[in-house]
């Protein structure tokens, strides 16, 4: 079993940053892929991005230039940095991590970008 737990969500204006943290608790194994997801209300759960255990870094189209997803693999940790945020990057944000053939979600935390 995993476990993840993210922080880091709240309400920011457009053009400003948040630092999203999931930290991941359990039976963790090498190799695991982490990243981030996030569902708007009405909409499906989409990408936002994810990291391998290499180091290989994968980004939606709609992140790109504008988040930073990193990893601290001492402390099973990965967070995702935004900036120029957007009133569409509303959702709840999810982490995600793929251990073999296991897939485990965090809880989410919210993020609502609003004047």
């Known amino acids: 079993q995993v476990q993840l737990v993210e922080s880091g969500g709240g309400l920011v204006q457009p053009g400003g940053s948040l630092r999203l943290s999931c930290v991941a608790s359990?039976?963790?194994?090498?190799?695991?892929?982490m990243g981030w997801y996030r569902q708007a209300p009405g909409k499906q759960r989409e990408l936002v991005a994810t990291?391998?255990?290499?180091?290989?870094?994968n980004y939606a189209d709609s992140a790109k230039g504008r988040f930073t997803i990193s990893r601290v693999y001492a402390k099973n940790t990965v967070y995702l940095q935004m900036n120029s945020l957007k009133p569409e990057d509303t959702a709840v944000y999810y982490c995600?991590?793929?251990?073999?053939?296991?897939?485990?979600w965090g809880q989410g935390t919210q993020v609502t970008v609003s004047s």
């Open positions: 995600n991590a793929i251990i073999g053939g296991y897939t485990a």
């Open positions: 359990g039976s963790i194994s090498s190799g695991n892929t």
């Open positions: 990291c391998t255990w290499a180091g290989r870094t």
